[in-house]
């Protein structure tokens, strides 16, 4: 299992989304603030990344430094869409459906965590993180 | 057999917490957090305590009655009863928390206005009643009548929920230690409540923490005081049987 996830696999079809959700490129800046905001993005509830600026970053989850080079813009579309048809246990939220969830609060029913275009820049921004974290 | 059933349902729902040590919260905070709380003179949650213990001689309702005329005592008859609960309530044949009893008592039996959940007067008298039971050992009751709502909050605490899709097991069984952004996850073990929360900058009961942990993963809370809250008090308070009540706790 580990060394699976550690090279991503060559039968990707089922590990991937290869077509963008939206017709406009996705913008790296608007991304990485969404990653850094915590009722947006929420990633640095859990993850750990780049951001020397940023305090209180969580760990329940991978670095995000060299999450680049570790997958590809299709792979980490379906981990942003939902990671839970790779993991069903995973804890990370599907920023990208609203089906098959249970009492979601009113002011969210119906809504993504994140827009198709939001999405987008947030995988652009995770695209330029090439480096490893330092150990 | 009738005597031992109880127990032996009650021992699957404590695997999981104690395949880990368990923790208090109090055992995550900064020292002078935790120096708050030890120390009664620099404790807020002293105030309510006071506060409550000052309602609880005052009478009130038709016959002027206060909850020490039928309390005497209460450093004995009070000793002890925060521990037990929630228990089987005979009047409404459910379970009910201390919160509930004490409105209960307040409303059937003195008479008296009803006592609105998170009100200053309950919060004072859950504290005072659950400070008479600091340092003794969580002893839920082996009453199997208890048995289904410890069941149902077992199942409430291990199903996802929210926007965020995460159920409370996800971050206080398997993450519990881990940091959530500036937050050690701590086990979730009911011993401190009502308890003063520095976020909150007031007391607090064990629904309202649930209620934010809830919010938190953007799902829609119960109502306070419904069912559902109860349930999941009981199964917390037999995944932490034996662990030593701290009210009125601090926490972060």
Not at chain 1, 42 to 67: I, K, S, T, V
Not at chain 2, 192 to 209: C, I, K, M
């Amino acid at each position: 299992m580990l060394l699976l996830l550690a090279s991503p696999p060559a039968w990707a079809q089922d590990d991937a989304i290869s077509t963008p959700l939206t017709a406009s490129p996705g913008d790296a800046t608007r991304g990485r603030a969404l990653v850094a905001d915590r009722q947006r993005g929420l990633c640095l509830l859990c993850h750990p990344g780049p951001f020397p600026e940023e305090r209180f970053q969580g760990n329940l989850a991978p670095d995000l430094a060299g999450a680049g080079s570790r997958w590809n813009e299709g792979q980490l579309r379906l981990r942003l869409v939902d990671s839970k048809r790779l993991n069903p246990d995973s804890i990370m939220p599907s920023y990208y459906r609203t089906e098959g969830l249970n009492r979601v609060g009113p002011a969210f029913r119906g809504r993504t965590v994140l827009s198709a275009q939001e999405i987008e820049d947030v995988l652009a921004y995770l695209l330029t993180l090439r480096e490893e974290a330092p150990r | 057999m009738k005597r031992a059933l109880p127990i032996l349902l009650l021992a699957p729902l404590c695997l999981s917490a104690s395949a880990q040590e368990r923790r208090s919260g109090f055992e995550n905070m900064a020292r002078d957090t935790q120096a708050m709380q030890t120390d009664d003179t620099a404790n807020p949650g002293m105030l309510w305590v006071l506060e409550g213990q000052s309602l609880w001689h005052q009478p009130a309702g038709p016959a002027a009655q206060s909850c020490a005329s039928c309390h005497q005592n209460t450093e004995v008859s009070m000793r002890g009863v925060a521990a037990r609960y929630p228990a089987w309530d005979e009047a409404s044949a459910a379970p009910i928390d201390l919160a509930g009893r004490i409105a209960q008592c307040r409303e059937t039996r003195q008479g008296a206005p009803p006592l609105a959940r998170e009100s200053q007067g309950l919060l004072s008298l859950s504290a005072y009643v659950g400070n008479q039971s600091r340092g003794l050992p969580i002893a839920p009751p082996a009453d199997p009548r208890m048995d289904a709502a410890r069941e149902q909050g077992r199942a409430l605490y291990t199903a996802r929920r929210g926007q965020l899709d995460l159920s409370c097991a996800q971050c206080h069984d398997d993450n519990a230690g881990r940091r959530l952004a500036g937050s050690t996850i701590p086990q979730a073990h009911p011993t401190g409540y009502p308890l003063y929360r520095l976020e909150w900058q007031t007391l607090g009961s064990l629904q309202r923490r649930l209620r934010g942990c809830m919010t938190g993963v953007r799902a829609e809370p119960f109502a306070y005081g419904a069912s559902e809250y109860v349930a999941i008090e009981a199964f917390l308070a037999s995944r932490a049987q034996g662990m030593a009540l701290e009210t009125p706790a601090v926490r972060p």
